[in-house]
């Protein structure tokens, strides 16, 4: 799991800091907007919403913005949209599978969105249920490696519900069921550990291993896919290793 975990993460530090800064900010206002119309405008009630903050101050999001979409997803203030989540289904070059999560208040464009950056590059849509079957939903906390070891966070998290912590380098990641994530969090503020993210995230069960030329394809579709307004999360079965991930750029 190690190179496309690599890979998530590296991806996400450029987006924070390049042209795409604007797109990233708009998904991390979506998921506060929904988690408070959901859970309530009070993070230490509303676990999801405590970690959308969090994400999205560590994403540098403005104050203002933050506050202002916790109260247009609590109904505190006016503007907010009616977001659904809908997840479509695909198989990439090299046979990768695809499960795509939408943030959306229009159907209809978020699907013609999806068909249009699969079929542009190399990928196709499939029916429902043929691909999530290789996806498992799991807690994802990355924890910055900076002046800690895996047995530090090992330590933190092991009572907690943590299944397994992998060294991605710059940074250790933490694994659990969906269910333990806030747990795991905690365990770690508890022990004066700080994270970048605390998610759901969906993990594959079944890889496909890349050489350069396909793992070139795969990238450039997942960044057509999360370049669409309504995409919120890709999620792909690939592995790479370190020497094609340098390969590729």
Not at 151 to 156: M, R
Request: charged fraction near 25%; include cysteine; proline fraction near 3%.
């Amino acid at each position: 799991m190690s190179g496309h975990s690599k890979w998530a993460t590296t991806k996400h530090k450029k987006a924070a800091l390049d042209s795409k800064r604007g797109k990233l900010f708009a998904k991390l206002i979506k998921n506060i907007e929904v988690a408070a119309r959901t859970g309530g405008a009070d993070p230490a009630g509303n676990p999801t919403l405590y970690d959308a903050v969090q994400a999205a101050r560590k994403s540098s999001v403005p104050n203002d913005n933050i506050d202002r979409a916790v109260k247009r997803g609590a109904g505190l203030e006016a503007g907010g949209a009616d977001w659904q989540t809908i997840t479509y289904e695909g198989y990439g070059p090299a046979g990768v599978a695809f499960l795509i999560e939408c943030l959306t208040d229009n159907r209809n464009r978020a699907a013609m969105e999806v068909r249009t950056a699969m079929s542009r590059n190399g990928g196709t849509m499939a029916d429902p249920g043929s691909v999530s079957y290789l996806f498992t939903r799991k807690g994802i906390v990355l924890v910055p490696g900076a002046g800690l070891g895996e047995d530090d966070v090992l330590l933190a998290v092991l009572d907690a519900g943590a299944e397994e912590v992998n060294d991605l380098g710059e940074a250790f990641e933490v694994i659990s069921e969906a269910g333990d994530l806030v747990a795991v969090r905690s365990a770690l503020q508890a022990a004066g550990i700080d994270y970048d993210s605390a998610e759901a995230s969906f993990l594959p069960s079944v890889q496909v291993e890349l050489d350069e030329q396909n793992a070139g394809k795969v990238f450039r579709l997942v960044e057509a896919l999360e370049d669409c307004d309504d995409v919120q999360n890709v999620y792909a079965n690939f592995d790479v290793s370190d020497e094609i991930m340098a390969a590729v750029g």
